[in-house]
């Protein structure tokens, strides 16, 4: 006589594991993707900051004839016009005195909040905004400056220009000390 078992449906643990392990691989690769492109959006978002403040530089130089001052070493704050001293560093409102942001928001060459809402330098500080993110520095000469920014992710010619701009005259303390990763040369 033949005894009728009744036959269980399911999954194995083996089978369960190597699906569990796939889910999982996925994971970890959609992961990795997705701080890569949010790495070339803040990035992206950077180069388009930094591009808004070079052109206003230029337009305040255009305008004004000087180059503008102000950052560490200012005493006076700003006065409408430009700072009567200072020399270079952090570009935000509050760093110093009188900051560059402060000259750029005065003639209304930038919209408020533009530099404290850039990506955070990641490389320095504990900042959440974007106040670490940008510097200026006076090359050697009068007529030249280093316009220094935070990049995550900098490209081989971002990394070029950067190398550019140090070894003409300009400091490296930006890219040593506080992690910038992109530079440009402006000449007032």
Do not use: H
Not at 13 to 34: H, K, M, R, S, W
Not at 50 to 69: F, R
Not at 105 to 124: D, H, M, S
Not at 133 to 156: H, K, N, V
């Amino acid at each position: 006589m033949r005894t009728k078992q009744k036959q269980l449906y399911g999954f194995t643990i083996v089978e369960l594991l190597i699906v569990i392990v796939i889910i999982g691989i996925l994971a970890a690769i959609t992961i990795v993707a997705f701080n890569g492109v949010q790495a070339r959006a803040n990035d992206s978002r950077m180069k388009s900051i930094s591009s808004q403040i070079t052109k206003a530089m230029m337009l305040w130089n255009t305008d004004s004839g000087v180059a503008p001052k102000g950052g560490w070493s200012s005493a006076i704050a700003y006065d409408g016009t430009n700072c009567s001293d200072g020399t270079g560093g952090w570009i935000y409102k509050g760093a110093y005195v009188c900051s560059l942001e402060d000259i750029l928001l005065g003639k209304n060459l930038i919209p408020a909040g533009l530099i404290l809402g850039a990506p955070k330098n990641k490389n320095y500080g504990t900042p959440t905004d974007g106040r670490t993110s940008f510097m200026i520095y006076p090359c050697s000469g009068t007529d030249r400056f280093a316009f220094y920014w935070f990049l995550e992710s900098p490209s081989s010619s971002d990394s070029t220009n950067l190398a550019a701009v140090e070894t003409s005259g300009c400091p490296t303390a930006p890219r040593l000390t506080y992690g910038m990763r992109a530079a440009t040369i402006l000449q007032f």
